[in-house]
């Protein structure tokens, strides 16, 4: 039997930053769209690319946080977008790049 993984702590974070995101206080320090190393890097730059899925399919955040409950897999984002977090990172990146 295959067992769920635990999510990266950089994507808890920036759920939780996301949510902030949303309500609209944002921190004059946080990273631009498009700004950041990693999808999972954690705090604003993982909000921001959260924006970006959930501009994709709305509810995106809402259903990956329910998902999560349960363990973890990348496969999540597949489910949901039907793309690997991969070539979403590459899109967002590609999309705000300069």
């Known amino acids: 039997m295959e067992r769920a993984g635990q999510a990266p702590g950089g994507l808890i974070e920036g759920i939780a930053d996301f949510v ?4 609209g206080y944002v921190p004059g320090h946080w ?13 604003d730059v ?8 959930s501009g994709l399919k709305n509810g ?9 409950r349960t363990g973890y897999s ?8 039907g793309k690997t977090v991969d070539q979403l990172w590459s899109e967002y990146k590609a999309k705000y790049a300069t």
């Open 20 to 23: 902030r995101l949303r309500s």
């Open 31 to 43: 990273v631009q769209p498009g700004q950041g190393d990693k999808w999972d890097q954690g705090y």
């Open 46 to 53: 993982t909000a921001r690319f959260l924006d970006y899925c």
């Open 60 to 68: 995106f955040v809402a259903e990956l946080n329910k998902k999560m």
């Open 74 to 81: 990348d496969n999540y984002f597949v489910d949901l977008l």
